[in-house]
């Protein structure tokens, strides 16, 4: 499996990105999806996440700002990041919680981690 992430990039605060994560491979189905970020010098962190049925949660520094969506049939999640702020730059890490089958296997509840976008919010 592979999740591979896209949209990162340069903005001045006020802006917008839109992120976009697919993930592939001998996935039977996604139970979750989700967007966390790690800025320099701090802990990894939750951003946004999104269940199978489209239960969403979010950091309450994102609240009102960013906006989780996903495309079952893709198998693909969006970020639809507004009114970035300076500290809202970090490298943003797609995660996927899914099923998968391996060699006639079926595994659950399987992690995977995208490698990263950079997103860098001017001021």
């Known amino acids: 499996v592979q999740l591979q992430a896209s949209g990162g990039g340069l903005v001045q605060a006020g802006g917008s990105l839109r992120l976009s994560c697919a993930a592939s491979?001998?996935?039977?189905?996604?139970?979750?999806m989700g967007w966390y970020r790690q800025a320099p010098g701090k802990e990894r962190g939750l951003v946004a996440a999104i269940t199978s049925g489209g239960n969403t949660r979010y950091a309450d520094t994102v609240k009102g700002r960013f906006t989780i969506s996903r495309d079952n049939a893709k198998n693909t999640v969006y970020l639809q990041m507004n009114s970035l702020k300076p500290e809202d730059t970090a490298v943003y890490y797609c995660n996927a919680d899914l099923n998968e089958l391996v060699l006639g296997t079926r595994y659950d509840g399987m992690d995977y981690w995208g490698k990263g976008t950079l997103v860098t919010v001017s001021s």
């Open positions: 491979g001998s996935i039977i189905s996604i139970n979750a």
